[in-house]
């Protein structure tokens, strides 16, 4: 009998062990993968956003001036709002693992804006080249209205697109499939009275023969108080006060 109740009373130890253990992720297997695609696809975007950002999208010759002055001007001069946008899109990504429910139906709503802003920008420079060199031409010629030609699109906005369409997916299922998403959580998942046994446990622990019951702060007798006097240092302070006094202290 005894043995069974201490098998049972480990059991239960190894059942409160596994209620303590850390659920850092909540949902099923599908959905997780789903989950982690989606991440993918806008980490990736915004990847290839902020590189194609940094490249030149637009060859052209100003003309006009004493020399031709050929530029190759990059999209931070061609279509400024791109990099932010992209780093935006790179920061949601980050959002999505750190929020909830209602959390990444905004972000994942502003990650699509996003997006749909990165590829206004290519659109614009793909139909009104010209026009997106203006900034960049007039700063290179001093001119107020600098004239351009041999103007050509690189293939650098074509990759920022293909970052943007990765962004506007990432954004669109977040808003429709967030909520279903895992949510990550370091906190422990224990019931309240994981730590303390129940009414019965304890009354198993008192029945059980050969054993003390544990002392507690009512039951714990006081502390002895010693009247011998303390030895060590105060005896030898003793002593010295003593020859101070001109006494003998071995008398």
């Known amino acids: 009998m005894d043995e069974h109740r201490g098998h049972n009373s480990l059991l239960s130890g190894g059942e409160q062990q596994a209620e303590r253990r850390p659920l850092r992720w909540r949902g099923e297997t599908g959905t997780r993968r789903e989950y982690v695609v989606v991440l993918a696809a806008g980490a990736v975007g915004a990847a290839l956003v902020l590189l194609a950002a940094g490249r030149p999208w637009v060859h052209a010759v100003v003309v006009g001036t ?38 990444r139906l905004i972000v994942g709503s502003l990650a699509a804006l996003a997006g749909l802003g990165i590829l206004a920008g290519v659109v614009q420079t793909a139909v009104d ?40 997916f990432a954004g669109v299922a977040c808003v429709l499939r967030g909520r279903r998403w895992p949510v990550m959580s370091g906190r422990y998942e224990r019931s309240p009275d994981a730590g303390t046994p129940t009414g019965s446990a304890a009354a198993r622990e008192q029945r059980q023969p050969g054993t003390s019951p544990v002392p507690t702060e009512q039951n714990r007798p006081a502390p002895r108080h ?25 008398d």
């Open 226 to 250: 010693s009247d011998r006097p303390a030895q060590g240092g105060t005896g030898q302070r003793q002593m010295w006060d003593a020859l101070d006094r001109g006494e003998d202290p071995t």
């Open 66 to 103: 004493p020399g031709q002055v050929r530029i190759s001007p990059a999209a931070r001069s061609v279509a400024p709002a791109v990099s932010g946008l992209g780093l935006f899109a790179l920061a949601s990504v980050v959002a999505v693992v750190a929020t909830r429910r209602a959390g």
């Open 129 to 168: 080249p010209e026009g997106a060199v203006h900034d960049a031409a007039a700063a290179a010629a001093g001119l107020t209205s600098p004239t351009v030609d041999d103007v050509a699109v690189t293939g650098w906005p074509v990759l920022a697109a293909v970052g943007a369409l990765l962004i506007l």
